[in-house]
């Protein structure tokens, strides 16, 4: 690369037959390539060629990316803000917490039993309600006496050791 008052070049060394330079030179020169030098040999003729080199485009991944790294900064900032402000402190009285492994925690379950239901102020327990441990017992998921059950005990308060893995209205209706 040849610097003249400035100016970067690039240049190309092209190989040919004798008697054929004139048709490579006419093809390099247009396109955009200059003349240099020539150097024949017996059968080939080296031809060097020149063009400035094209500006860099550095300067405009410099700044595209640094504006990509803004708005990202600025999307997971309001996203950290937003999500702040809407979650709550603390957990309403009466709810449940969970432990990370999805169980209830002992003294949510011991809070849960404490409670007084809406309805009949007891809270259903396999132990106090051999009704709802013949429902637990159950192997048919779809039975209509879980249906009836749920129905003469809607809005109770139940507990017992398990979990729910799927809940979904008319899962049993679509057998």
């Known amino acids: 690369m040849a610097t003249d008052t400035g100016v970067t070049y690039e240049t190309k060394t092209i190989r040919a037959v004798r008697g054929m330079e004139s048709r490579i030179v ?12 020539q150097s024949p040999g017996m059968v ?12 860099s485009r550095r300067l405009l991944w410099i700044i595209g990316g640094g504006v990509v790294v803004l708005v990202l900064a600025i999307i997971v900032t309001v996203g950290l803000v937003i999500e702040k402000n809407t979650a709550p402190a603390n ?25 007084s239901s809406t309805r009949d102020g007891e809270v259903l327990t ?3 309600s051999p009704e709802f441990a013949a429902v637990l ?7 209509p006496d879980i249906a009836a059950f749920a129905a003469a005990h809607r ?5 017992f050791p398990g979990s729910i893995a799927a809940m979904a209205r008319g899962w049993c209706t679509s057998r």
């Open 44 to 55: 080939q003729v080296e031809i060097t060629f020149r063009r400035p080199r094209p500006k």
């Open 26 to 37: 006419k093809k390099w020169e247009a396109d955009g390539w200059e003349l240099v030098s």
């Open 137 to 143: 017992a159950f192997t048919d998921y779809c039975s």
């Open 91 to 115: 957990p309403a009285p009466g709810e449940a917490t969970a432990s990370p492994s999805g169980q209830p925690s002992a003294e949510a379950t011991g809070e849960a039993a404490s409670r």
């Open 155 to 159: 809005g109770r308060t139940i507990v």
């Open 126 to 128: 396999p132990e106090n």
